[in-house]
């Protein structure tokens, strides 16, 4: 799949999913130097949060935006100068490949098209509420602690889409991150630039990677979110 972002087309127009990390692809020119298995980890790809997007798309008949390259050949979700943009390491493991790449033609070949889509997207539908869809492992393998919280709500300034959400989760007896396991203050990139910037609510989900690994998994937080989402929709619009 040469295309920056796999679209699913939807009726309820007034919602927007994205998912920076949904895919551990990796084109066949570029050599990472990595083992294979390491794609399928937490480091390649934010696991469940594609079928969850998928999910939820389906459920609401909403559209959704679904990156298609793995995160260790470039980081959607961070600013073109970001150090991270395209890691040299992640969780201990040495990306090598990375270490000669050509920074702007990787940007050029995957970042801007991506972001381009996004701002093209948000610009002809003009959703209410944008929801980016991911997920975090409960520990990390190097200096990592464990994280309790089963779904964590990131946001930076604008918290209109954010504290609801975290009362949502919390109502249910979810336990629910405020800002964690990152803060939004920090990373925050796709929706600073796509949402906030342009004045529409949003907030980024993550939910816990080893809740949505099978289908039951998925199953269960698509009911979470998709409740969440309507709930969304209506408040905001009240």
């Known amino acids: 799949m040469n295309a920056p972002a796999e679209i699913i087309e939807g009726k309820q127009r007034d919602i927007l999913f994205l998912c920076d990390h949904a895919s551990n692809r990796v084109p066949p020119d ?27 798309a389906e459920r609401l008949d909403a559209p959704a935006i679904l990156a298609t390259v793995s995160r260790l050949v470039i980081d959607l979700h961070r600013e073109p100068d970001h150090v991270g ?59 990592g602690t464990d994280r309790p919280w089963h779904v964590g709500v990131l946001y930076n300034r604008d918290a209109r889409a954010a504290a609801p959400a975290i009362d949502y989760f919390r109502a249910r007896g ?34 816990r990677n080893d809740l949505i690994r099978d289908t039951a998994g998925v199953a269960r937080w698509t009911d979470i979110l998709a409740g969440l989402a309507e709930f969304l929709r209506n408040s905001l619009a009240s």
Do not use: K, M, W
């Open 30 to 56: 570029i050599d990472l130097g990595v083992a294979p298995e390491l794609f399928d980890l937490h480091i390649g790809v934010d696991i469940g949060a594609g079928p969850l997007t998928r999910s939820l």
């Open 174 to 207: 979810i336990e629910t991150g405020d800002n964690e396991p990152y803060s939004g203050r920090l990373l925050n990139a796709t929706l600073n630039r796509h949402a906030e910037a342009n004045g529409i609510p949003s907030a980024a989900i993550e939910v």
């Open 85 to 143: 943009l395209i890691p040299h390491r992640s969780d201990g493991h040495a990306i090598p490949g990375n270490d000669p790449v050509d920074r702007e033609a990787r940007i050029a070949r995957f970042h801007a098209p991506y972001h381009r889509l996004l701002a093209s997207r948000i610009r002809a539908q003009r959703p209410r509420l944008i929801l980016s869809i991911h997920s975090f492992t409960p520990c990390l393998e190097h200096g």
